[in-house]
């Protein structure tokens, strides 16, 4: 479904991608593991359109993103989790769902209102917070936003960045668990991730990025999880 | 009514156009010192259209906004391709630019044996159609806060509307906003286009008014003010910048005795309101707790 190929994306002279190639398969979920500063949220914000790289390319189902604006990559059916940008603060919960769903408004509000419903329905504490500004939620419960925002926009690949980062050890097994819903739905999902221990329960086939490049590819249970722990927090170079 | 009155309040309603121009961009979390720049076009440009062309006064107002608005969209289609500072520099350099263009700026015609039109840095006179029309300054305030209200009907439905969201969404956080499908610089630029033609309503009321504008008037202070209106007044709703224009030229430079401490009290203001309540008297969260408190009381 997409297929990253040969991926620099830099920082002025910094590389911090330095020739990703990775596939995420439809109806699964893909997991991201790797050290901080490995570049996974840039490998996120470059598939979304928000960085150039400077080379490679990134099919969606046959269309090459790269050189696409974010809106336009939104149009292929790709929705971003930001990482620790997570709502719009100063607008409520329900202004804030409906923004994910801006580029179907025009034309399929029925549907629109419909799919909100069903939001409220799958995460109850954003109906009680209908009302209430985003920006004064709990971490958790703007995650949940986030989520339920991402999917307004129906994509056929939701792109997570870190949903667990900064959350309480519940809140963390909540995600996971909306994480599982999602699949069992349908949604393809690719998933970064420091929390190694639970992406490896969820995850159908995972890669370890280290210093910009991939080191690993596989499913879990072909490396044992004490060494994809060890690598995903320190990277190789611990080991020796 | 009293002619100080009526002048008050007609300076009021017109620098209300330009304070609402800079409060549009600030909703999309861009920093102009530049709307004096499209007040001062339209200002030109509808006087032209009525004393040298000898248009009627809408049609000349609608000229004068129009060629404010399609400058405003020239300036923003380069500009608002960078981030942050940049912008906000460009339109104070832009601003300067028109105001420099003016003071060399010479386009005169001959009627009934005078010369009339834009004499450089002497400025343009007789911009007389209020005047030779009959149009008494009670009745031109009237036109001006007419054309202020629907001008306040276009903002409210502006907020409610799906464009008003699109531009919040940009100004809270333009890069979300963008991965939510929204081409914020197109957005953008439709939102200075919109805030050039408003700034330029003001304008060509301003040069009716007066019946004489010249370049110097046009300077960065009028810009810089504009943008504190909304600053002072609250960003939560369009009323929040015309509290601003009331407490600054109804208050501050009309009652004599405290107008020679304008610019003290008016920065200290500024000041103030900056560190108690960063986005102005009406902010968000105020305008929600009145919008709240008025649900209740009707239900």
Not at chain 2, 24 to 29: A, E, P, Q
Request: net charge negative; hydrophobic share 50%.
């Amino acid at each position: 479904m997409l297929e990253v190929r040969g991926i620099v994306t830099s920082y002025g002279k910094i590389e911090a991608l330095r020739g990703v190639d990775l596939s995420v398969e439809e109806g699964r979920i893909t997991c991201l593991l790797g050290p901080n500063g490995a570049g996974k949220t840039t490998l996120m914000m470059t598939i979304a359109g928000i960085l150039n790289p400077s080379r490679g390319s990134i099919g969606f189902d046959g269309v090459e993103l790269v050189g696409l604006t974010p809106s336009r990559v939104v149009r292929q059916g790709i929705a971003l989790v930001p990482e620790n940008r997570l709502v719009f603060p100063d607008m409520n919960v329900r202004e804030n769902l409906l923004a994910g769903a801006f580029l179907r408004l025009a034309g399929e509000r029925a549907e629109v209102d419909r799919d909100l419903d069903r939001m409220f329905d799958r995460f109850p504490r954003l109906r009680e917070r209908a009302e209430q500004n985003a920006g004064t939620l709990s971490g958790g419960e703007q995650q949940m936003l986030a989520v339920a925002r991402a999917l307004m926009a129906r994509p056929r690949l939701l792109l997570m960045d870190e949903p667990s980062l900064g959350l309480a050890p519940l809140m963390v097994e909540e995600i996971f668990r909306i994480i599982r819903d999602l699949h069992r739905d349908g949604t393809s999902i690719f998933l970064v991730e420091q929390n190694a221990h639970m992406a490896l329960q969820v995850a159908h086939r995972f890669f370890l990025l280290e210093q910009g490049r991939v080191t690993f590819d596989g499913t879990p249970g072909e490396l044992a999880e004490d060494e994809v722990i060890q690598r995903a927090y320190l990277g190789s170079r611990a080991n020796g | 009514m009293d002619d100080h009155l009526v002048g008050v309040l007609s300076n009021i309603g017109m620098i209300s156009f330009i304070a609402l121009s800079a409060y549009l961009l600030l909703i999309v979390g861009e920093i102009s010192f530049g709307q004096q720049a499209f007040f001062a076009i339209s200002a030109y440009a509808s006087g032209i259209a009525t004393a040298m062309w000898g248009w009627d006064f809408w049609p000349g107002l609608a000229w004068g906004a129009a060629v404010a608005a399609a400058a405003a969209v020239l300036v923003g289609i380069p500009t608002l391709r960078i981030r942050g500072l940049y912008f906000s520099i460009a339109t104070l350099a832009f601003a300067e630019m028109v105001r420099l263009v003016f003071e060399v700026f010479k386009y005169q015609v001959e009627i009934d044996g005078e010369m009339v039109g834009p004499d450089g840095s002497d400025g343009f006179r007789d911009i007389r159609y209020i005047f030779e029309n009959d149009i008494t300054a009670v009745e031109y305030m009237l036109m001006i806060y007419g054309l202020l209200a629907a001008v306040l009907c276009a903002f409210f439905l502006l907020e409610r509307s799906r464009l008003g969201s699109i531009f919040r969404m940009i100004g809270q956080d333009p890069v979300l906003a963008q991965m939510q499908g929204i081409d914020v610089t197109a957005y953008k630029i439709l939102a200075l286009g919109m805030a050039g033609l408003v700034a330029g309503i003001g304008g060509g009321l301003y040069a009716h008014l007066t019946t004489f504008v010249e370049p110097k008037i046009f300077n960065v202070m009028l810009g810089v003010h504009s943008l504190a209106y909304g600053l002072i007044g609250g960003l939560g709703t369009a009323f929040g910048p015309l509290i601003g224009v009331a407490i600054d030229i109804g208050f501050l430079e009309s009652i004599r005795a405290i107008s020679g401490y304008r610019m003290i009290a008016f920065g200290g203001l500024v000041a103030v309101l900056l560190i108690f309540r960063p986005r102005g008297l009406l902010d968000e969260a105020a305008v929600n707790w009145i919008r709240l408190r008025l649900r209740r009381r009707h239900a």
